[in-house]
């Protein structure tokens, strides 16, 4: 509905911008969700001078006319943007008397009194980057509010940022007076909601070809103001924080309001792990990649192992959250500038949407220790992803004795009888198997615990000393001392496996078995099987991939021989190599497939290949000839 005020601004709208409106209203109608978008002006020739036609402030117009716009909230929580403490922010604070109230200002002054108000303020003196950061720590907004003074292009970043900080039901306003016009070629906040104004009732099928973050804003809008005074976007949907680990303890606890409780129970210190061995590249090419990531020094962060109490959803692929936060033991790679999570819909680098399908529809009672991965049953993610987060067991189950280890079936594997491959390590390592709990379905929690992993197989690659003792402690229990002793080992991958595939994989055996190597494909042998050769190996050499993960059963580990191919980014061997001391070589490859310039293609990183003996070949023979 339009007052009267509004309906005389739009009788004075250009003939163009009626043919626009009208088009657009129409194909609004046409797939029946008219009533999402409230398109009061589309018109880019009318800039506000800040006094409107009806003599209103803007302030006054958002609290009267737009009023129905405002989510009806008992726990209404508001934010305002400005460069100071003004009439216009202390009329909309008085407005708003009695919802949570957070201020960003640009800078403070002495006449400023948001006690009068119940204001919680807050200084930005940056830009759009630092106002998001300076908002996070309160969670989900209903209302955001900018009156920022601020060039055109600017508005259109913190519009990008903020948008996904509202909660569904929610909206952004901006005053379009504190919008100062466009440089020649910079971006403008009303021709980007006017051109996703199209986009309000469009299929989410049909938003595929969108970059992120637009995809997302376009599949969030619900509703559009674009007037001579405001410009205000409702919002559909609701995004969640992805919660980095470093600062998860205060941000997880201030974003709840108190509703979830975050008790550390033990750190270990920052530190540096340095190779005892040399590692070397074999006939890189320079144009490619692939040396990165083989550093002899790899700094590893604070760990953290936390108790959350409170209501959390745990999820399948890893994924555990609250009402308005996604903790960070969701995070396989959890010192990625983006975080990463294949099960979320990722926005940008802080924020990302759940998947409904993946809510839970039951409560299990109990306190848990996490241990599920990205994917569930895979022996080199469990090796990478749920064993590296061990080493909180102990601590957690003494704090505890109630605690249990909660781990997902595999989706895949649903009627896999036991003992699963969880059950054998998690026995190895001492647990009782009456502590460990199984569930196929997402499950609500009241009171879970995390650790920060020993392992992370991203940039920045790190590995924790003290995993070294966690593989200990398993192979004490686990290795079979009747296995075979072979000095030399190559680990091989069946030429049937879709991930990787080497074609000429007959002939590189043949090489290392003329040196002396045992050829062995790991996963044909029991698990003690395996970690009793890798015990006594004392050259490792194999193409990369999960088989090479039972390094961490080694004893008398002196050189390691890893053949890949250039889009392969994994590091694992290179992790296993320096925690054990060992001497590596390094061999590339080309793919079949290669990652575009400048961007990275999964089907590259698991592209076939073949062993390039041209390149290769010499320096292999050299190498194997050597080692005596």
């Known amino acids: 509905m339009t007052d009267d005020s509004t309906r005389q601004q739009i009788d004075s709208m250009s003939r163009a911008a009626k043919a ?49 716009l405002i989510p009806q909230r008992s726990d209404l929580k508001v934010a305002i943007v400005a460069n100071e403490w003004s009439d216009a922010v202390r009329e909309l604070a008085e407005g708003f008397k009695g919802a949570r109230l957070f201020v960003v200002l640009k800078s403070g002054n002495s006449s400023w009194d948001p006690d009068r108000y119940g204001a919680k303020v807050v200084l930005a003196g940056g830009g759009p980057v630092q106002i998001s950061e300076r908002l996070l720590p309160f969670g989900h907004l209903d209302v955001v509010i900018n009156l920022r003074s601020d060039t055109d292009g600017r508005h259109v970043k913190m519009w990008r940022l903020l948008y996904f900080h509202l909660r569904a039901g929610g909206i952004y306003a901006v005053d379009r007076s504190s919008i100062m016009p466009a440089a020649k070629g910079e971006p403008s906040l009303f021709r980007r909601l006017r051109d996703l104004s199209a986009y309000v009732s ?13 995809k ?21 949907n609701t995004h969640h924080l992805k919660v980095r680990d470093r600062v998860a303890t205060r941000m997880l606890r201030r974003r709840s309001g108190g509703a979830l409780q975050v008790t550390p129970l033990a750190t270990k210190p920052e530190g540096t792990l340095t190779s005892a061995g040399k590692i070397v590249s074999h006939a890189h090419d320079p144009a490619e990649s692939a040396a990165d990531g083989l550093d002899a020094q790899l700094p590893y962060p604070k760990l953290y192992l936390r108790r959350y109490e409170g209501r959390l959803c745990v999820g399948p692929g890893g994924v555990v959250h609250d009402d308005s936060s996604i903790l960070p033991d969701s995070f396989r790679f959890h010192l990625r500038a983006d975080l990463p999570q294949a099960r979320l819909n990722n926005v940008d680098e802080r924020f990302a949407r759940l998947r409904l399908q993946d809510l839970p529809e039951k409560t299990l009672p109990g306190a848990y220790y996490y241990l599920d991965y990205s994917n569930s049953g895979h022996f080199g993610h469990l090796m990478t992803e749920g064993m590296p987060k061990f080493w909180g067991w102990d601590i957690a189950k003494r704090a505890d004795p109630d605690l249990k280890i909660l781990l997902r079936i595999p989706e895949r594997y649903p009627d896999r009888p036991e003992p699963r491959l969880e059950n054998v390590f998690l026995d190895a390592y001492g647990v009782d198997p009456d502590d460990i709990v199984w569930v196929d379905e997402p499950v609500w929690v009241e009171s ?47 030429v049937t496996y879709k991930n990787r595939s080497c074609r000429n994989v007959a002939e590189v055996e043949r090489v290392f078995a003329e040196h002396g190597f045992e050829i062995l494909q790991p996963q044909r042998l029991s698990l003690p099987q395996q970690a009793g050769i890798f015990s006594k190996a004392r050259v ?8 090479m993960f039972n390094l961490m059963f080694a004893r008398n580990l002196e050189t390691m021989i890893v053949l890949n191919h250039e889009a392969y980014t994994a590091r694992n061997e290179h992790l296993y190599g320096v925690v054990l001391g060992a001497d590596e070589h390094w061999f590339w490859s080309s793919p079949d497939i290669g990652h575009p310039d400048g961007g990275a293609l999964y089907a590259a990183h698991q592209s076939s290949w073949e062993f390039d003996f041209d390149r290769n070949g010499a320096d292999l023979e050299r190498l194997l000839g050597e080692l005596g």
């Open 20 to 68: 626009t409106a009208g088009r657009t209203a129409r194909r609004l109608r046409r797939t029946g969700r008219a009533s999402l978008a409230r398109l009061n002006r589309l018109s880019g020739e009318l800039v506000s001078t800040g006094v409107r036609k009806d003599g209103s402030a803007p302030r006054s117009a958002l609290l009267g006319r737009y009023s129905s």
């Open 202 to 214: 469009t299929p989410p099928s049909e938003l595929a070809t969108l970059e992120e973050p637009n």
């Open 216 to 236: 997302s804003i376009a599949e969030s809008i619900e509703s559009l103001v674009i007037d001579s005074d405001y410009l205000i976007v409702g919002k559909g």
């Open 448 to 494: 879970l615990v995390g650790a920060t992993p020993m392992w992370h197989d991203a940039p920045p690659f790190y590995a924790h000393p003290e995993l070294k003792g966690v593989w200990q402690r398993i192979g004490d229990a686990l290795i079979d001392d009747t296995a075979p002793e072979y000095e030399r080992i190559f680990v091989s991958r069946p």
């Open 540 to 547: 490792v050499a194999g193409f990369g991939g999960s088989g």
